[in-house]
């Protein structure tokens, strides 16, 4: 099993910035790519930024240029940085962990949310 606790959200002005915090625990070492994912009201969640082991991220065309993601396993913890902050960043960021390599689990695992909220 792997738990993920998320921390860093609150509410900021439009151009202001924010660090998200996602501490994993349990069997770490079945994590591969991490990522974290956002659900605005009334929207489908979508995909922010993801990272693998190796330190390869990608981006969703939105954020590209403001928000960097990073991971630090020796902590086994996983950061996004979000800058130049919009209100449509606005929404529930949830961290998300692939665990695929190790079968006996289930192939990904999600925190509980922490709402981001940026004002206009």
């Known amino acids: 099993q792997v738990q993920l606790v998320e921390s860093g959200g609150g509410l900021v002005q439009a151009g202001g910035s924010l660090r998200l915090f996602c501490v994993a625990s349990g069997d770490t070492i079945c994590i591969s790519t991490m990522g974290w994912y956002r659900r605005a009201p009334g929207k489908e969640r979508e995909l922010v930024a993801t990272?693998?082991?190796?330190?390869?991220?990608t981006f969703a065309d939105s954020v590209q240029g403001r928000f960097t993601i990073a991971r630090d396993d020796a902590k086994d913890t996983l950061y996004l940085q979000m800058n130049s902050l919009k209100p449509e960043d606005t929404a529930v960021y949830y961290c998300n962990a692939d665990t695929k390599q190790c079968p006996l689990y289930e192939d990904e695992y999600w925190g509980q949310g922490t709402q981001v909220t940026v004002s206009s």
């Open positions: 990272i693998t082991s190796i330190g390869s991220t």
